[in-house]
């Protein structure tokens, strides 16, 4: 059966949920655990929360209402996000990083010699101290966007906001990243 899952579309899937086939949830978790639980990573800066939030996020999709069709990924990424703010409210803690962002790419694969790595590196380091000086709602918006990949519908969607307001948020967030980038440039060479 798990074979013939594989198969199935995200939208399937979601059937497969409404009426309650545990299976789904699994074939779900399989599919979508890698970016989910990166996105809890880099949402909450810290590597073994976002195991473990990710992990809840599927552990809590059988409770969940399933997604209307076409909607399966933002709705993963809406659960993940508010079990992420939830955790921080209980916490009451503050995202800092402590780790290097995590993105789908393979840094090996990019790799153009010692001097390249060490730019770079140096250059990650940078955007990502800027990102964490942006507020918690820019920060989101980036990350769904930049680090996710995902087009302004899912983010509207998986935010709980409008497209042109999740368009208006990426403006405003380009914007401070830029201005805080640009407060670092000197700090960085």
Known sequence: MSEELREWSDDRLAEGLRARRGECVSELTQRYWPPIQRFCANYLCDHQLGEDVAQETFLRLADE??????????WLYRIARNRCLDLLRRQKISPTHNHPLRT????AATRTGVSGVMRRDERDERVHRAIDGLPQEYREVL?????EGMGREEIAVALELTPQAV???LARAS???QEALRGTSGSAG
């Open 167 to 169: 368009k208006g948020r």
């Open 104 to 107: 789908g790419i393979d840094p």
């Open 175 to 177: 914007d401070a990243l």
């Open 65 to 74: 209402t399933p997604p209307p069709a076409g909607r399966v990924r933002p």
């Open 143 to 147: 990350l769904l966007k930049y680090f």
